[in-house]
């Protein structure tokens, strides 16, 4: 068995009058997170670490934030463009795991519908996608409530 690892990171500004879209589920809050697509940075993250893991590049190889095809798109139809191309090369995913940097709103309510999406998307099964949620102490712009960032870990195996 051959297996990969890959990491991917991502970060967006919060604004007024953008939804919050985080692993594919709209969460209530006052901001939202500004982007070309939905700015999905839990779902950003996991797709360049997916494409990381087979030296692919990253998402705005894919995706270019200057395609105006790519307005507005939802990540999740994004994600399985992704696990499309892993898939064709012979890749499947083994697991995942992350976390999403916020202090608010709290991300708890929400976490198994976020992994379910993810794991529907992906074609495996919701116990093989791990997330997680923190704060950033009130540390930099993350803590100071001026964006929003997740980390990813991605495991293949061929």
């Known amino acids: 068995m051959n297996i990969r690892i890959g990491n991917g ?4 500004r919060l ?9 594919g589920v709209e969460i209530p809050h006052f901001l939202g997170l500004l982007g070309h697509s939905d700015a999905d940075v839990l779902t950003h993250a996991i797709m360049d670490a997916m494409l990381g893991a087979l030296s692919l590049g990253d998402i705005g190889h894919y995706f270019p934030p200057n395609d105006a095809q790519w307005a507005g798109a939802d990540s999740l139809m994004l994600l399985d463009k992704v696990n499309n191309l892993i ?17 608010r709103p709290k991300l708890k309510p929400h976490i198994e519908k976020m992994r379910d999406k993810l ?5 495996i099964q919701p116990n093989q996608v791990g997330v997680k949620a ?3 102490e009130k540390l930099g712009p993350v803590g100071e409530e001026k964006g929003i960032c997740a980390y ?3 495991l293949l195996i061929q």
């Open 9 to 12: 990171y991502d970060i967006h």
């Open 15 to 23: 604004t007024t009058e953008r939804r919050l879209i985080l692993g």
């Open 87 to 103: 898939q064709a090369q012979g890749w499947r995913v083994g697991n995942i795991d992350s976390v999403v940097v916020a202090e």
């Open 119 to 123: 794991a529907g998307v992906l074609q």
């Open 134 to 136: 923190t704060t950033n």
């Open 152 to 154: 990813a870990v991605v």
